[in-house]
């Protein structure tokens, strides 16, 4: 009995392509894609660099020769791109900001940090070493901390080197005479010739002041991963009314396709708005995510996100022939959606060249506009290439529909 | 019959274009292609109005292809749809013919009223229009105290009623309905009639399609018929018979014993595992059978003689039992 059971289930799956799919193969592709994010990890061309801005105020010469050193980090992309970097027969001063302009580039997210050598206070003479500060974007919790350890040791180094330029030739004066090996023992126990680097302090110049600045940067990845989720469900609607003849009898009506696409579009926009609108007051109200002070760039992220998600869904329903194979067409592209488009994992964890591929996904420039809202704060019109880009996907997905939906009419 | 006079949901000038005179439904010469399927090979047949038609084939014979041409749903490669008078294609004239699908075609996370009025809605019913015309629907289909109810909560019968009601709520001249009764029990399947019959006798005009011959006997003026994409035949029942086996009765016999062969005259119903043959004078030709089935050697353990109907006749056109 127990064997026909099997036999009967297996004969079942056998006979079931979508299920043998589910089953077989989706895990396999989501190995991949994680994979993909993670696996190229190591020593690749492809590992993530941090992208920072050099600030160097200081005219001294630690601060020229730290700046330096961290050009030549590999695993760091300074911008601007200093055009002559690794060209030893011109070292030619890297273009550096200002202190404000590069705490900016930091707070708009042009790059994940900068480093400021600030020009030491004349009104301490004992103190002529720069101040070296690390302005993070807690955004990246992981670059904040290699880029200061990585800082440290470029001053350091720069500040050993200076220093043996400075001490006397051991040549001159060879290390055996016992003098000689006593003033240079003494020197270093006194740090006379070898004085301490700056210490780096490192300033999180965005995260720091808000009440719960982890809340505020998941928050827009989680809804608009079920945003996702939602509309392609509720646009199963539109083939389930196909299978049982709802749609001939609608099309029979009155209405036409483009209303009926229209409608669904605007009630799956609707429905999405409020989700994500309920989604971020109840993570106002339960985890201080300051939603009152960014209603304008909420506002207008929520409703283009809604309308794309809402587009995208329709798309997915014209395209599937069965609300089944909907079904799963719609988790492995919503999955991989939000794998890609940092809804998952945050893009900055994956490769440079996995942080460009998810830039074609809905997910990341979603993700993207919200975090400009609620973590960098910055005014609507820093927005436009986000509302733009959704915007255009709305307008290109919902035109898709529309197209796949013709074979709907002619059947 | 009178048409339906002050269909509300209408436009004046098309109110007027439209000829009292013209057939309900007109079909013309339709073509339709599915890559090498040719369903319809110059279907023609007209709907008169108030006339009740059944339109019977067997399966694949480019019933459905023709019901989807007659709504607008499909577009034929040639020839046309008139609706009294009219070309479906022009603008608002569909909105004078109302749609049964075989399939339930409700929203079955709605109550009936919420349906209806979804329906009535989409074909132009507003406030109070909407709301008379609702109520009329409920009370027609015997469901007013179920109005609230979520239909899927309903029996099989109560759903085909709402199905039906949500195509007539805007009082269309003609109504195609697509096996309406399929998978009803006879109660229901009588209930369905009588509304049918309840809107016809207000000069609807029906256009439906069954698997049950007795609706088609019963419950129509004039049978077509069709196969391969053709009308292979169109009249009443009586004119059918006439014009295919004529008055001849059927004459069926059960056997046993070793019968080398059928005897002359007479055929063997595989399906049935009987001998079958028509007969012009069943007193004189009967005996003479059956003294043939005695010299073969068989034994007749049963004999039934049947008057001719739709049955033999659908079967005498198309080689096929209708469900085949």
Redesign the interface.
């Known amino acids: 009995m127990i064997r026909t059971v099997i036999q009967t289930s297996w004969r079942r799956l056998r006979n079931n392509p979508s299920e043998l799919f589910l089953t077989f193969i989706v895990p396999m592709v989501f190995f991949s894609i994680f994979a993909l994010i993670f696996g190229s990890r190591d020593a690749s061309s492809s590992t993530p660099k941090i992208k920072i801005a050099i600030s160097n105020e200081s005219p001294s010469e630690l601060s020229e020769r730290s700046v330096q050193l961290l050009e030549e980090q590999s695993s760091l992309r300074i911008s601007p791109p200093n055009p002559s970097r690794g060209s030893k027969s011109n070292p030619s001063k890297s273009p550096t900001f200002k202190r404000e302009t590069a705490q900016d580039l930091v707070r708009r997210g042009m790059v994940s940090a900068a480093v400021v050598f600030s020009a030491p206070r004349k009104s301490n003479p004992s103190d002529d070493l720069p101040k070296v500060e690390i302005m993070t974007d807690s955004f990246d919790q992981v670059a904040s901390q290699v880029l200061a350890a990585i800082v440290q040791k470029a001053v350091m180094t720069a500040n050993a080197e200076i220093a043996k330029t400075k001490s006397p030739d051991p040549g001159s004066e060879p290390m055996s005479n016992p003098v000689v090996w006593a003033r240079h023992n003494n020197a270093m126990a006194t740090g006379a010739n070898f004085p301490q680097p700056p210490v780096v302090e490192v300033v999180d110049v965005i995260g720091g002041k808000k009440a719960n600045p982890v809340v505020a940067m998941y928050a827009s990845g989680i809804a608009v991963m079920f945003l996702l989720f939602s509309a392609t469900t509720a646009s199963g609607s539109l083939l389930e009314e196909r299978e049982?003849?709802?749609l001939?009898?609608?099309?029979?009506?009155?209405?036409t396709m483009d209303q009926l696409l229209l409608g669904k579009w605007a009630y799956l926009t609707i429905i999405g708005a409020i989700q994500m609108s309920l989604m971020f007051i109840w993570g106002a109200l339960v985890f201080r995510i300051d939603l009152l002070n960014h209603l304008e760039g909420f506002a207008a992220m929520t409703l283009v996100t809604a309308g794309a998600a809402a587009s995208f869904a329709l798309m997915l329903a014209a395209i599937c022939q069965s609300r089944m194979q909907l079904g799963w067409v719609s988790t492995i592209v919503i999955l991989s959606m939000s794998a890609l488009g940092g809804s998952m994992v945050p893009r900055y964890l994956m490769s440079e060249n996995i942080q460009r591929v998810g830039l074609l996904t809905f997910n990341a420039w979603a993700l993207e506009g919200y975090n400009k809202v609620f973590w960098r704060e910055l005014p609507l019109n820093e927005l436009s290439m986000e509302l733009a880009v959704l915007t255009t996907c709305g307008f290109v997905f919902i035109l898709a529909a529309r197209i796949f939906a013709i074979r709907w009419e002619?059947? | 019959m009178p048409a339906a006079s002050g269909s509300l949901t209408q436009p004046d000038n098309l109110a007027n274009a439209i000829s009292s005179e013209a057939p309900a439904l007109e079909v013309v010469d339709l073509w339709k292609k599915y890559g090498q399927n040719q369903a319809l090979s110059g279907t023609s047949f007209s709907v008169k109005q108030g006339e009740r038609l059944a339109l019977l084939g067997p399966n694949g014979a480019g019933k459905t292809t023709l019901i989807?041409s007659m709504?607008?749903?499909?577009?034929a490669d040639r020839g046309q749809v008139l609706l009294l008078g009219r070309s479906i294609r022009e603008p608002d004239v569909?909105?004078r013919?109302g749609?049964i699908?075989?399939?339930?075609?409700?929203?079955s996370d709605l109550t009936a009223k919420q349906n209806l009025e979804c329906?009535g809605q989409?074909?132009?019913l507003r406030s109070r229009r909407l709301r008379e015309r609702v109520s009329w629907a409920l009370k027609w289909i015997g469901l007013e105290d179920r109005a609230n109810d979520l239909t899927s909560g309903f029996s099989g019968g109560m759903k085909r009623r709402v199905n039906i009601a949500?195509?007539v709520l805007h009082r269309p001249q003609i109504l195609l309905l697509d096996e309406p009764t399929v998978g009803v029990d006879p109660q229901s399947r009588q209930r369905i009639f009588d509304m049918l019959d309840e809107l016809n006798q207000e000069g609807t005009s029906i256009v439906l399609t069954t698997h049950h011959l007795d609706e088609a006997e019963t419950r129509s003026d004039r049978i077509v018929i069709i196969d391969h994409g053709k009308v292979v035949a169109d009249g009443t029942l009586e004119h059918l018979i006439e014009s295919t086996i004529g008055a001849r009765r059927q004459v069926a016999i059960e056997a046993t014993g070793l019968l080398m062969a059928a005897p002359s005259g007479l055929e063997w119903d595989a399906s049935r595992n009987r001998f079958v043959c028509l007969v012009d004078n069943v007193a004189e030709e009967l005996p003479q059978i059956l003294d043939r089935f005695q010299r073969a050697g068989g034994v007749v353990t049963d004999l039934e003689v049947h008057q001719p109907n739709l049955h033999h006749v659908f079967l005498h056109l198309t080689g096929k039992e209708l469900r085949e």
């Open positions: 049982n003849s709802t001939d009898r609608l099309l029979c009506s009155r209405l002619r059947s | 989807r709504c607008g749903r499909v577009r569909l909105q013919m749609v699908p075989q399939d339930l075609a409700i929203y329906f989409l074909h132009g949500c195509g």
